[in-house]
């Protein structure tokens, strides 16, 4: 008989900021190459390894993320046994150190104790991966481990990852620290802020840590206590992007334009669920070149798009040329215009701009409803 867990998706950290993106919906929100949000693929993570009992924690500007989870029906999780919910914070501001997943989690503290499960699987909303939990919560009963810790080895921890943690790890696999990377090395094992372990340990760190500090977060609390329990890391393979920065998120979403990585992620034996949205086949019109992007539903194409991501009903106007950008819905660009290195985000007008282009690795940002 399997183990039981359920599923906790956590917020991400009030100390990461995506620039632009962030001001108008949680990571968790955020569009994920033009179909998927990011919640998504927790929330299928879990949903495919059989834990049909999840809690999803909003903590700001929630209002995106419960339109599009909705009942958690398209989901497929177990509709007789299975729930989903989704949880508040009532008491901090969006911006408030105070505002932590620890707050989150005390509010909703009588929630969490009324559980059956003996196991919980934490997970994050602001990265994206694939991961057997079952086989994950197995593993870590087996091993008797007080808590299993997820992890990813990186070799661009300098450039990227900047606001994710670096676990230390001995020669068993041992957490021996988790501390915030901070670039001084290329190669590192980052924390996927994903945790097995039992829900009274689980609840027994949470007290804990508003005992210690009313600022702690569940990651500051597990870090304090590498050296009084048993912590284990299990190291994942496979792809991985952590969305804590414009750069992470513009990265994230061009790596899976190659063919390769891509055919590796998305398996038939492995869906990710998504809330649906019907709408017409994209129009090609005559002198439309398309190479090497993913077009999604209901956009009309009438320029030249290469190694970018169009987002559903957007415009690209005749003799357009977008190169190396991510277009997000309902956008139009107008004849003749430039755009290389760039995300334009949701319901942008380019009308009298001609060119718009990122010198720098960081893309060019233009905001939501802009009329440029």
């Known amino acids: 008989m399997a183990n039981k867990a359920f599923g906790v998706i ?64 398209h989901y497929n999780i177990n509709s007789k046994r299975g729930n989903l919910q989704l949880l508040f914070t009532q008491q ?21 104790e009324r559980m059956p499960q003996d196991y919980v699987i934490v997970a994050p909303s602001y990265m994206v991966y694939k991961q057997d939990f079952q086989k994950l919560l197995d ?35 041992g957490v021996q620290s988790l501390t915030r990377n901070m670039g001084t090395a290329k190669d590192k094992n980052i924390s996927m802020d994903t945790y097995v372990m039992s829900k009274d340990l689980f609840i027994a760190l949470i007290k804990k840590a508003k005992r210690e500090s009313s600022a702690y977060s569940f990651a500051d609390i597990i870090a304090l206590s590498c050296d009084t329990l ?30 390769g990585t891509a055919m590796d992620f998305f398996k038939q034996d492995w869906p990710f669920y998504t809330h649906t949205t019907d709408a017409c086949p994209t129009h090609y019109y005559p002198g439309a070149k398309v190479v090497n992007s993913l077009v ?20 690209i106007g005749k003799g357009a040329i977008i190169k190396n950008s991510i277009i997000l819905s309902y ?39 802009d009329v440029l």
């Open 10 to 73: 956590n917020s991400a950290p009030n100390y990461i900021r995506v620039e632009g993106l962030h001001d108008y919906r949680p990571i968790g929100a955020f569009t994920f190459i033009g179909r998927f949000r990011v919640i998504d693929f927790p929330l299928s993570n879990m949903s495919n390894s059989g834990i049909n009992r999840i809690h999803v924690y909003l903590n700001s500007r929630p209002r995106s993320l419960v339109e599009h989870i909705g009942s958690g029906r």
């Open 92 to 112: 901090n501001g969006a911006n408030s150190i105070y505002n932590t997943d620890i707050t989150a989690y005390m509010e909703n503290l009588e929630q969490l």
């Open 139 to 173: 593993e870590h009963v087996e091993a008797g481990n007080d808590i299993t810790l997820l992890y990813h080895k990186v070799d661009q921890a300098k450039e990227y990852y900047r606001a994710c943690n670096v676990v230390e790890l001995n020669k068993q696999k």
């Open 230 to 259: 048993d912590i284990r890391g299990y190291q994942h393979k496979g792809y991985f992007a952590a969305i804590t920065s414009l750069d992470d998120f513009y990265r994230a979403n061009m790596e899976l334009l190659d063919y």
């Open 296 to 315: 999604c539903n209901a956009a009309t194409i009438e320029g030249t798009v290469e190694n970018s991501i169009i987002g559903r009903h957007v415009h």
């Open 331 to 369: 956008s139009d660009i107008s004849d003749g215009t430039y755009i290389e290195n760039a995300v334009i985000d949701k319901w942008v007008k380019v009308k009298n701009v001609k060119k718009i282009v990122s010198e720098s690795v960081t893309p060019a940002y233009i905001k939501r409803n």
